[in-house]
């Protein structure tokens, strides 16, 4: 049998479609055949193997993709790079992030010869400590429908891969979503209302990039909210044509970068979780979401005398 990191890579080059050596349908043979071998050389599932532990390293394969499918998933999504500070960390490991404040020391005229002057503390760093948890998935397919060929082992991972990230995200949306002032740590914020505007959203970007010892701020929406932009925008010209064609919005505005919240239905109902009329513009170094993702996927086959039909 392959070396189990190069059947990993493999897979993970079927996933994303970059197979090189061999075509789509070769490697997607290879990695059942990876699975075949694995599981002693039969294209059937022996209860009994799997009952005394001798499927270990078919388990072991699937546990090994995810664990490499699952983030990278999740920081190939435009909203989840800009507004997520991503550590990806061993189970037990530290799950703390550092925080600096973007306050400057007040600065005045003093009289020459004297320091008998008001001190600033040197602080601004606070530690967030971020709470893991676990989750878990319970699926089934008959192994035997596998290795037979029957099912494509990769539609099988993706599928688990997209509703971890599903989840994940889901999350972090949520929380972006309910997010004020006092979550981000006391940040100015500069509320403002009323119809589009070209030059109110300029002077709000104005006011933002200056709270920020002038950082490039970001402009966040949905296509819906971030549509009145490309729309009203005084300066079109071919690359805002180009991004309205190819995205539904404009990638950048007077300079800002605009990234595009994917729209959402709340679970089980077909309203939609953000509003299609407000954009949120924040910059500095610091993202204001932070997330964990800690330990190993782990895969347990149960005990399949459990089960009345095996």
Known sequence: MADIKEIVKLALDVHNGSVKKYSQDEATDILRQALIDANGGS????IRRVRDGKCGEVFAIVEEILRNTVPQGLQENDFFTALVDFRNVA??????????????FFVDDIAKGTQGIRRQRIAGTETVLVPTKVHGIRIYEELSRVLAGRVDFNTIIS???RSVQNEILSEIYTAW????????????YFPTVGSYSEATLLTTIDHVE?????????????????RPIAANISHEGNDVKSDMYSMGYIGRFFGSPVVVVPQRHKVGTTTFEFDNDVVTIVAGDEKPIKFVY???????PGDPTNNADL
């Open 43 to 46: 294209t059937k599932i022996d």
């Open 210 to 226: 200056a709270a920020a010892g002038g950082k490039i701020a970001t402009i966040i929406g949905t296509k819906s909210a971030l």
């Open 91 to 104: 189970e037990g490991d530290e799950k703390a992030f550092d925080v600096e404040d973007t306050d400057l």
């Open 159 to 161: 599928k688990v891969d």
């Open 177 to 188: 979503k309910g997010v004020t002032s006092t979550d981000l740590g006391g940040a100015v």
């Open 294 to 300: 800690e330990g190993d996927p782990l895969i347990i």
